[in-house]
């Protein structure tokens, strides 16, 4: 998915990982381009937030590969593969991690949980 898809669905994030503790409220994705379930969830996500109306920047899209930093961050530590890890941040903390695009058959299930965390954030 190129750059100005993502731009429009979400904010991409062109800032360091500092950024994920200054999101009050919100829910980041993280995008491998090169991976094909990464690719595949990302749509469905933005999909998902689109028909339960929760405004796209609230969405926030790293990069992986640009973003490197983020394999180092303690509660990320071993948990990104590249499979279209989505989170929800609460007053700059990761309160909820999920993996879309592994298990594709569960992509409701895990976007369902993703909007619970978020509303009760």
Do not use: N
């Not at 991409?12 to 990982?17: G, P």
């Not at 109306?53 to 590249?82: A, N, T």
């Not at 929800?88 to 619970?116: P, S, W």
């Amino acid at each position: 998915m190129a750059v100005a898809q993502l731009e429009s669905l979400g904010s991409i994030a062109r800032m360091d990982t500092t950024s994920i503790s200054s999101i009050q409220r919100g829910i980041v994705y993280l995008m491998a381009t090169w991976s094909g379930g990464a690719q595949w969830a990302f749509p469905k996500l933005v999909s998902f937030l689109q028909q339960h109306d929760i405004p796209s920047e609230q969405l926030h899209v790293f990069d992986v590969d640009q973003h490197r930093e983020l394999y180092d961050l303690p509660q990320l530590v071993g948990k990104i593969h590249g499979w279209g890890e989505a989170m929800v941040v609460k007053d700059g903390r990761i309160a909820f991690f999920t993996l879309l695009g592994k298990d594709q058959h569960l992509i409701q299930e895990h976007c369902d949980e993703l909007l619970r965390v978020y509303a009760a954030a």
